[in-house]
Each structure stands twice: as structure tokens, then as C-alpha cells.
């Protein structure tokens, strides 16, 4: 288990020495200590970057992708301990935690293609005797932060088009979940890697913004790429603005999950479990908000919670775990300060509707899966993200009134709904103001699509051919006396 950081091709401690722990939210039992990174490491890590800068970006392109697609092969060779790795650290059901990393590999792969099609444009000059080019370069020393609760395919969706750009890397894995980024930049390594391409520093909670603070401040350092919280990325977009770097920000976020009186119901819970109770609901497109239409409210609500009852609640040492433990104390505080919230103000809980402690589930981060019907504007769950296995429904009657209801949020990242209405299908997914939009389908997570919202839910996209472009800028050359 790799347990140092990673800075100009060595594996090294914090230049101070300090170091902390790494827990497993099943038990809040220790698994190893990292370095607690500061200001020296941080700048030692972009040192290195930008010492390497040069001669990584004149690599051939077809050899960026070579490495791309070795660093991809090794993943999927180790799928199963770096899996085992995702859910010790971070608590999702084993089963998830394998399919991370083979969802990590793909936008390696994805990247790997897409390093060898950068390509430029020779323009037609409208005056004789120019030659007009536009070229796509890249932007230079990129930093990445990135959240716990997908530790290796958010890190591995910023790294691989960084690289395959011609950029180099310094990279903050969240508290939480540390291990993963440090056992993928290992791989990197043996993938062969140059050194100072890629430098990974580990901090604290209480550490992070000093390393962070010396990358906004560091001129050097030429873009942002960020997943996490929506305070966050502000915080980021403000301090980043003195040195005007290049900013990929995804974000928080606030999905509304539509189902109409005319949608295939059966279809529209299977889509409901699909999406919101993966990574037990620890995911930014995951539905916070449930509209279910008059007509097919009932039926829709029973069912749902006949599905969410049936979900195993353990940790990810079970094999026929479904829903882990939340990833820390903060996290299960919050749900049940939503759930508590919502039942005062008159919701009720068909399903679920407290923490777990058992046998079974015997660590104190467990929340059950959780359907609460009579759910309200007024509540806390309607304006803030749950983040946790929580399916409030919110009954409507009309379309207006559900657009209207869909888009009272500042956020903007996913939205899903149901219907069999052609019509319908394209008034609603034009009206509703996401990113993305799953229509008739909950699962719409894949490397080929941008990723990326809207409003306070950031901007930028990952993955698809949009994805590289956020690492390259272009430069137009103009070449004269032709004639
Ligand atoms: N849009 C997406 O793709 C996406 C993906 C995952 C998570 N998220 C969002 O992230 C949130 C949950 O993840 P989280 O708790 O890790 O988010 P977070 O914002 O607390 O942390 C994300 C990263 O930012 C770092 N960070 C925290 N405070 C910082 C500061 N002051 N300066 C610099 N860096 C700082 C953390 O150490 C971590 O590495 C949710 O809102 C979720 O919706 C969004
Ligand atoms: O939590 C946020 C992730 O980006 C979700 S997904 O795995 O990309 O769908």
C-alpha cells in the first residue's frame, strides 16, 4: 500500500515530517497514515511540474497514448485489489468499488484515443500571400482536487486528458480517501511515467487549504480542475482569478427526478434505484429531489418502497452488501438533520427514516435507506443536497408546475424524468436547466458523454471529445509574405 506522496519522481514523506491517519468508515479503524502535506511540499510538487512541463508536451502524441493505454491495461490487472482499496477507504459495497475502477480505466482509455486528435486548423486566409493556422496547445502545470466519493474515476478523469494534452500534473486527493489516487499514481509509475509529470501531495482537512493556497497563488500553475462542493469551487474561482488561471469546476448538485402520470412506472423505479443508490447516495447526480404526478403517485411510492425496504445495509466486507457507511460522521449528521427536519415539517417515512446499528451494520456511519412521502418546499432536503440514501417525493398535478419545481435551485448538474410522450419528452428535457438529463434512464454515467453542469453547479465538461479541450488552449499563427 503505497502511503507517501509522490513529487518529482519520488516517493517521499512531508518535508515536515507530519502524517495522518486514513480510517475505514465501516469502523472508523485506522488503515494507514499519509503525509500531511504544506506549503513546502506544495511547491516542491509544482517545481517539479513545471521542470517536466517542457519535455513531456514534446513527447509524440501517439507516445502520451501508449503510456495512457499501459496505465489503463494495469488498472484493469488490478482491478480487484484497487477495488478492495476503493471500498476499505471509502466504504462502497465491494461489487461498486471493482466497477470504479473499471469506470477510472475508461476515461484512461477514452484519453489514450483522444491524446492522438488534437489537432489544429489551417484556415483560409481572406488576403493573398498569408498562411493561417490555429494550433491547440496545451495549457501547462495543471492542479487537481478531488472529492472522496469516486477516489479513483474523479482523479483519473482529470489526469488522463490533462496528460494526454501535453500537460503536467500536481494533484490533492481528498482527506478521506487518499490511498486510491496514491495506488493509481503508482501504477502511473510503472506505466513509465517520466518523473515530475505527475506529483501527488496528501493533506489534512485542516492542511489542505495551505497546500492549495500556495497552487492559486502560484502563477506557475495554469489551470484549476476541482470536483467537490459548490463553496468550495467559489472559494477556488475567487483566489484562482489573481493569476487568471484556466478553471474546470464540477460541482455540487441538486437533481430533480421527474416521473409522469404517462411514464412506464416499473421502468421509472428501476431507474430511481439505478440513480440514487449508488455509492448510497454519496453522488453529485445522484436524485435529491423525487416528483411523482398525481395519477401514478401511489402506485409509484409503494413500490419504490417495497425496493429501498429490500436494500442490504452492511459494510463492504459483505459480499451481498448493497448500501455501505456513509463516509464519515459530518455525512451522517447531515442526512439525519435533513430526515429529522423533514418529519417535523409533516413528511412521512415509508421506508427507513433513521440511522442503522446492528449486527450486521455495527459501525456508527450507517444510515437506512430511506422513501419519506409529503415532502415540502420548506424543508432542507429541498434546497440542500442530502448526499445520502434518501428519496424524498414531492407530489404534482401539472407540467408547468413540476418544470417550475425542477429548476427552483441554484444547481444545475443532472435531472432525470419519465415519460412515454414524445412531445413531452422534448418540451421537458429543453425546459429543465442541468448539464445533463436522463430521459427514461437513471444510469447516464459513461466516458463518451460530457460530464458537467450548469448555473452554481460549475462548468466545464470531463470526458467525451469536450474533455480534452479544457487542457489546451489555442494559438493562431499567422504567416505572411506569401505572394
Ligand atoms: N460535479 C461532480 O462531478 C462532483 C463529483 C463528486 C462530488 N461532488 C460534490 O462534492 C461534494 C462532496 O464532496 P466533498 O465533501 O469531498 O467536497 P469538498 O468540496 O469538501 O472537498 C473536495 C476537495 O476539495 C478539498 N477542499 C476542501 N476545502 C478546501 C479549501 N478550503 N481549499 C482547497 N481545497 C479544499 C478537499 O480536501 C477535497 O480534496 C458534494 O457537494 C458533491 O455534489 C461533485
Ligand atoms: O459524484 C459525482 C460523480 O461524477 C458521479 S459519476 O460517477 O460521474 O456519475
Known sequence: MQTQNHIAGRWCDAA??????????????RIAEVPDSRAEDARAAVDAAQAAFAGWRAVPAKQRAALLKRWNDLL?????????LISREQGKPLAEGRAEVAYAAS??????????????????????????????????????????NFPAAMIARKIAPALAAGCTVVAKPAEDTPLTSLALVELAVEAG?????????CASRERTPEVVDVWLADDRVRKITFTGSTPVGKHLARESAA???????????NAPFIVFDDADVDAAVDGLMAAKFRNGGQTCVCPNRVFAQAGIHDRFVEQLAARVSALRVGPASRADSQIGPMINARAVEKIERHVQDALARGATAVAGGRRVRDEIAAGPHYFAPTVLTGATTDMLL??????????????????????AAANDTPFGLAAYFYTRDLARAWRVADALESGIVGLNE???????????????SGYGREGSTHGLDD?????????????
Open 382 to 403: 429541498w434546497r440542500e443536497e442530502t448526499f445520502g440514501p434518501v428519496v424524498p417525493v414531492f407530489r404534482f398535478e401539472r407540467e408547468d408546475e413540476v418544470i
Open 76 to 84: 484493469l490487472r488490478d482491478q480487484d485489489r484497487l477495488g478492495a
Open 16 to 29: 515536515a515530517g507530519d502524517r495522518f491517519p486514513v480510517v475505514d468508515p465501516a469502523d472508523d479503524g
Open 193 to 201: 511515467l517520466p518523473p515530475g509529470v505527475l506529483n501527488l501531495v
Open 442 to 456: 437513471g444510469a447516464i454515467a459513461a466516458e463518451a458523454a460530457p460530464f458537467g453542469g450548469v448555473k452554481e
Open 243 to 253: 493569476t487568471l488561471k484556466k478553471l474546470s469546476l464540477e460541482l455540487g448538485g
Open 107 to 148: 476515461y484512461i482509455e477514452w484519453f489514450a484515443e483522444e491524446a492522438t486528435r488534437a489537432n489544429g486548423e489551417v484556415i483560409p486566409a481572406p488576403v493573398a500571400g498569408r498562411r493561417m493556422l490555429a494550433l491547440r496547445e496545451p495549457v501547462g502545470v495543471v492542479a487537481a482536487i478531488t472529492p472522496w
Open 471 to 483: 487542457y489546451l488552449h489555442i494559438k493562431y499563427v499567422c504567416q505572411g509574405g506569401l505572394s
